[in-house]
């Protein structure tokens, strides 16, 4: 395989730039991520539907990942119960090293074998589940044989790199390939690469819960009320859906229930 990632940049001498040249540049290297991702929109999409088909038949979805790409895949996760009401452990991160330790560096754990089967083995992982690999090189070990072990029970995997035709993407039965090139710090893969992830990990999260039913119109319907912020959204969003005119009679209906979904429901059902 050819390690695109640890190609030189394509810039160089980067201590004799001024701040303008070096926020030009790398801007310039950004803008070229969003194209590659839509040159992979069929994989992409092909990866997103077997999400949504394992969750729609009550399966798991397991991001597996190490470094800069794993603990972007954790943040992801970490916010679809609040902002979708999904329930916990439906979708789900597995860190190299441990969430409990995301703060820390500890890259050397991407090289554990046997630590990435390990946790989708305490998980109960089986083949109602979906495994997605995370890893820019396509090579991390963690992640390599984490699937490659998911691949030898017939659990359904997946994968995003950003190096083409790599170990991992031939281990994954949904491969996402986004080679975003050289970065712009040779080997720098939190940068290019990591925008690309992250950008992957919304577009993915969101047309998958949307797929699921925890979206309607283009409103988050099942967001938990955990501020004032979102409550004050909530109100306002069930006066518009339900032509209640009064702010603190919503407002009270939506407490009563805890989301706009089951207030409406409730409404609806008051109306047959």
Same mark, same amino acid.
């Given at each position: 395989m050819t390690r695109i990632t640890e190609q030189p940049s394509l810039y160089d001498h980067l201590e004799t730039k001024s701040v303008e040249e070096l926020t030009r540049y790398i801007n310039q290297e950004d803008a070229k991520v969003a194209k590659v991702i839509e040159g992979e929109l069929p994989s992409i999409n092909k990866?997103?539907?077997?999400?949504?088909? +394992?969750?729609?038949?009550?399966?798991? $979805?397991?991001?597996? &990942?190490?470094?800069?790409?794993?603990?972007?895949?954790?943040?992801? @996760?970490?916010e679809l119960p609040t902002t979708y009401g999904l329930p916990n452990g439906i979708y789900n991160a597995i860190l190299a090293g441990g969430i409990e330790r995301m703060?820390?560096?500890?890259?050397?754990?991407?090289?554990?074998?046997?630590?990435?089967w390990n946790a989708l083995v305490d998980a109960g992982v /089986?083949?109602?589940?979906?495994?997605? &690999? *995370? %890893?820019? %090189? &396509?090579?991390t070990p963690f992640v390599l044989e984490g699937l490659k072990r998911c691949r030898s029970l017939?659990?359904?995997?997946?994968? *995003?790199?950003? /190096?083409?035709?790599?170990?991992?993407?031939?281990?994954?039965?949904?491969p996402v390939e986004?080679?975003?090139?050289?970065?712009?710090?040779?080997? %720098?893969?939190?940068? +290019?690469? &990591?925008?690309a992830q992250k950008m992957l990990f919304? $577009?993915?999260?969101?047309?998958?819960m949307t797929r699921i039913g925890r979206i309607e119109g283009n409103n988050m319907v /099942?967001?938990?009320?955990?501020n004032d912020k979102i409550l004050d959204r909530g109100v306002k969003m069930l006066m518009q859906k339900a032509e209640i005119k009064?702010?603190?009679?919503?407002? %009270? *209906?939506?407490?009563?229930?805890?989301? @706009? +979904?089951?207030?409406m429901e409730n409404i609806m059902k008051k109306h047959i």
């Open positions: 990866l997103i539907s077997a999400i949504v088909d +394992k969750l729609n038949a009550g399966g798991r $979805m397991f991001y597996l &990942g190490a470094g800069s790409g794993g603990r972007l895949s954790v943040l992801d @996760v970490i703060a820390d560096a500890l890259e050397e754990k991407e090289d554990e074998l046997e630590e990435g /089986n083949t109602g589940d979906i495994v997605v &690999g *995370i %890893s820019a %090189s &396509g090579t017939n659990v359904t995997t997946g994968c *995003i790199v950003s /190096n083409p035709s790599s170990p991992i993407a031939d281990q994954a039965d949904y986004v080679v975003t090139g050289p970065e712009f710090i040779t080997g %720098s893969t939190r940068m +290019k690469c &990591g925008t919304d $577009m993915i999260s969101t047309t998958v /099942n967001v938990k009320l955990i009064n702010y603190e009679e919503a407002k %009270s *209906i939506l407490l009563a229930h805890g989301t @706009v +979904k089951e207030a």
